[in-house]
């Protein structure tokens, strides 16, 4: 990698973690501010939703125009409706409003994740490593953000944090407008973005897990708050949970960042699944257990060797014409997991803790395709082995 192309990824990082900032930022609080405006529990509980539901529908659109040579046009575009998001929640004086400012940010999210996500494929030759790297960035957005809104709204109220959020926007904006004019990208064509791309068995496996995955944490972060409210749990103690899981995960994205180069993804990613598998299990079977930050910290190096993993191995599996597509269908996955986990848990469990216990055996589902997936590549390669001997 040169050291021009070094300096325009460290820009790309740099901007993506100011825009993952802007999200991270408020989404703890955007349902507080809803209750605040008028709110009632459908509301408050459809704030999540909307937002996925857009994304969805947008998301493998950016990614073909992407591949079609829009990159740059599409993740400033990208930046520009989180502003207005922004600008809608700061102004809201209702709900409605409120929900404008939620379909714009949903739109925002759908142009500017997947051109953010396969930028870090251009600006090197090693583009495993930028993924990581790049991924690195969410991991960080997602410790650092909450603390940041949170004590922005406790001290100077919801319209200084949307704010906040603006400027953000602001500089991720300027540092990715500066280095994609200078970055090489895809010429305008109508050869890219091909569906018949991703259906490589890496991608499938790959979009089915974080599907899995999502729906997980989705069910985990939306319940065990409310199941720790209703067993009387100390808020301190959720909160300390969530910071200690968030920073775990950001502690073995960079150690896997580091040494992305070296290992075999689908083997990270499924080791990561079934960490985090066995922490969330640990700590919705053992709500007081003086071993919780124990099973939070071996929850959240799941998570953090898993997410990468999975997008490294899904990515990289598809023909490069095609993966502006690929990032936009990969990462609408997510946002399918956030749509159907939780309704699909409380339908089934009933109560919060039984919501947990649902999304425990769904989301194992996922873990048991990666293992399978390993078992018959070792397999296979054994096979090999003794042929050739």
């Known amino acids: 990698m040169t050291k021009e192309s070094s300096v325009y990824e460290i820009a790309l990082n740099l901007g993506a973690l100011f825009y993952f900032l802007s999200l991270h930022s408020i989404a703890p609080y955007i349902s507080r501010y809803a209750v605040s405006l008028g709110a009632g529990e459908y509301e408050v509980a459809m704030l999540g939703p909307t937002l996925s539901l857009i994304a969805i529908t947008l998301r493998p659109i950016s990614g073909s125009l992407i591949d079609r040579g829009l990159l ?7 930046i520009g409706l989180a502003i207005a998001a922004q600008a809608f929640y700061s102004v809201s ?21 997947p051109a953010s996500v396969y930028s870090a494929t251009l600006t090197s030759r090693n583009a495993a490593s930028s993924l990581a790297w790049r991924s ?3 991991g960080f957005s997602m410790s650092l953000g909450p603390a940041i809104g949170g004590f922005i709204v406790s001290t100077y109220g919801y319209r200084s944090l949307f704010t906040t959020t603006i400027v953000y926007l602001l500089i991720s904006g300027l540092l990715n407008s500066l280095a994609l004019r200078k970055l090489k990208t895809p010429e305008k064509t109508r050869d ?28 985990f972060s939306l319940f065990l708050p409310a199941h720790h ?3 009387g749990v100390d808020v301190a103690v959720t909160t300390i949970l969530f910071t200690t899981i968030s920073i775990s995960n950001f502690a073995s994205r960079i150690v896997l960042s580091i040494v992305m180069n070296r290992v075999k993804y689908s083997l ?19 709500t007081t257990s003086p071993y919780l930050m124990i099973y939070a910290v ?11 993993s999975l997008q490294v191995l899904a990515l990289l599996s598809i023909n490069a014409r095609s993966r502006g597509l690929g990032s936009g269908v990969y990462t609408a996955m997510f946002d399918i997991g956030n749509v159907i986990g939780p309704p699909l848990a409380i339908a089934l469990g009933g109560t919060y803790l039984g919501s ?6 769904v989301s194992s589902l996922g873990f048991a395709v990666l293992v399978a997936y390993n078992v018959s590549y070792i397999v296979s390669k054994n096979l090999i082995k003794r042929t050739l001997n």
């Open 93 to 113: 004086s209702n709900v409605t409003l409120l929900y404008v400012g939620r379909g714009l940010q949903g739109m925002g999210v759908a142009l500017f994740i």
């Open 136 to 138: 690195t960035m969410i």
């Open 298 to 308: 071996i929850a959240g190096v799941g998570g953090g060797l898993l997410i990468p």
């Open 192 to 219: 890219g973005g091909q569906l018949k791309d991703l259906l490589s068995k890496d991608f499938l496996i790959s979009s089915f897990a974080i599907v899995a995955y999502s729906i997980l944490y989705n069910c």
């Open 356 to 361: 947990l216990k649902i999304s425990l055996v």
């Open 268 to 286: 990270t990613a499924a080791l990561g699944f079934g960490l985090a598998l066995l922490g969330i299990t640990f700590i919705i079977l053992s």
């Open 72 to 78: 740059r046009q599409l993740m400033i575009l990208g």
């Open 229 to 231: 409210s209703a067993l």
